[in-house]
């Protein structure tokens, strides 16, 4: 594949940029945990992009992935240092504009969502898109249940394999450590109230203890597959 057909769009130049399909990654820049890099959501949201962009290509639609955005919505994460949250009402805002500029030279753009943060900023901002008749649509990286439990809620088993795989370099293997790990369900109003470090004084939901390359890889391959299924034959998501 030349640059001018590259999947990345950051690799082409303003002649060779248009496209069928625009894959949006988004990240976040936020504690998770003490072993694993700020950077997590915006890395594990880029390989599923990159993944999506490969299989559209292959599916005979020109396709291209966009740069992480690698801020989102982290208020939570807040009392963690190293955390930097543009909060809902900005992602938002950012997001719209992000799919009108896009929209002047790609007819279709899907946001790949990383952080579970960004949801309420995803949906609200792909609404108001739909409504300016754009064809956009979102997808999120959403791994499947582990031996049937569901997946840690944050810098657990999940998303440790998950890094272990994509980048095995910045998981401090000899900080992993269990944090929280009463159901979501039962610590949410905590939570809510007094933020993850209210829940979790190492910033992990979930215990890490098991994950592995291997499982990150098989994860992220039905992660994909998952996504994928979602935009049959390039039909709006
Ligand atoms: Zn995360």
Do not use: K
């Not at 098991?210 to 990150?216: N, V």
């Amino acid at each position: 594949m030349s640059a001018d057909s590259s999947a990345t769009l950051a690799e082409r130049t303003w002649q060779t940029s248009r496209c069928q399909v625009l894959f949006v990654p988004l990240g976040s820049t936020e504690q998770h945990g003490p072993h694993l890099p700020l950077g997590t959501d915006a890395t594990v949201a880029q390989a599923v992009a990159r993944d999506l962009t490969a299989r559209s290509i292959r599916a005979g639609s020109d396709a291209a992935a966009a740069p992480v955005l690698g801020y989102g919505a982290s208020g939570e994460h807040e009392a963690f240092a190293g955390t930097i949250s543009i909060g809902t009402a900005v992602l938002t805002t950012v997001l719209v504009e992000i799919g009108r500029s896009a929209g002047r030279w790609a007819p279709r753009l899907v946001f790949v969502n990383g952080h579970g943060g960004n949801v309420d900023a995803v949906r609200a901002a792909v609404r108001i898109l739909r409504d300016e008749s754009r064809d956009v649509g979102w997808l999120a990286c959403a791994a499947p249940p582990l031996d049937d439990v569901a997946p840690d809620a944050h810098a657990g088993r999940t998303e440790t394999s998950l890094m272990l795989h994509l980048a095995p370099g910045l998981v401090r293997t000899s900080r992993v450590a269990a944090g929280q790990t009463r159901p979501l369900r039962e610590i949410l109003p905590d939570l809510q109230r007094a933020g993850l470090a209210g829940v979790s004084a190492n910033g992990v939901l979930g215990d890490p203890a098991g994950a592995s390359a291997d499982e990150g890889a098989m994860l992220l391959t039905a992660m994909c597959d998952r996504a994928w299924s979602r935009m049959p034959a390039g039909d709006p998501v």
